[in-house]
């Protein structure tokens, strides 16, 4: 009996110090009016964590996916890009000449077809020999350079022969058997209609890059250079020419001099790939490498259609994979070397 009513009391005590409790509780709450959204913020922020942590893994592992989609699609562009192409079939090891008033034709010689990774045709027309000369090749790589397409123009006074006009065009192609044949008959056809006016072409521009030999009270031969500061360039025992060269797709004019020369020449020489365009005039008067005379230059080849553009291009423009391949490449390995180190 008296164990019960001990029991009784306790039990009594607590209910009493439980009540106590809650209503200093009930209180703190209603001395802080933020309590609750306190709480509610807190709750938020933790189903959140675990929200983001469900999203993230789920993003995680389709990244990893994607990642390797994309890697397993690059290596199959790199072999596709890379790796010989047993299909492509080109004429290789045939050359012949003829004259400039002979029209395109391919001999019957050149029968000599072999399995390429692209199809190659150089030409080259010499007006200073009534000339032209093609050649086919089969090139061994499947890699498309600039320097595949390019065409280059190089007029020459040589002291010890007769000046020249030569007339070059590259050609390089793999999308079909014997492409250069076709790119080859297409060029050949449209520089032999042109029939430059050799003479006429040398007889004006001789007086723009031209002077007479240095004479004894004048023996020096001074020129621009890059900072258009004026230097001694040649001499009498040492001769040199003025050089002004204009980059075309940059817009730059860069002046200097060429002394150490083994063979006394004054060329004017024009090239263009796909992606770059260089006009480049020598001579041997002093301070001749100014603009004046490169624009006169210019003009000149633009008069007799050596040139289509006024700035000095062969045409224009020159089609080219090379550099669009490249940086395609160099595109896809920095993403998936970017994605892979992102995944771990």
Known sequence: MLF???LFLRVKKNRAYARENHRYQITLLTQNK???LHMIIKCLQKRKTRLFA??????HNQRNFFIMLFCRQFIVVLFYLFLPCQALRCTDNCSYTYNLIKPFDIPDKCNQIVSAGKCIAYLRFSYDTQTYTVTFQAGSSVYMSVADNYRSV????LST???YFSYQISYGCKNKDDCARDLARNAAIEILQKQYNFGGIMNELRPLILSPPLPSNNSVLTCYDSKENVSQCGT???????????????NAINRSCVSEMIVYEIPVSISQLSNSATFTVHCNRSLCNVNSILQAVKDLMFKYNVTTTLDGRLVESIEGCGSKLMASVLIMIIMSVGLLSDSY
Request: charged share 20%.
């Open 236 to 250: 009498l025992a040492k001769r040199g020419s003025c050089v002004i060269s204009h980059e075309i797709e940059k």
């Open 34 to 36: 933020y309590f609750f």
């Open 4 to 6: 019960l009513s001990v």
């Open 54 to 59: 469900y999203f993230n893994k789920i993003f």
């Open 161 to 163: 022969t007769p000046s």
């Open 154 to 157: 190089w007029l020459n006074f």
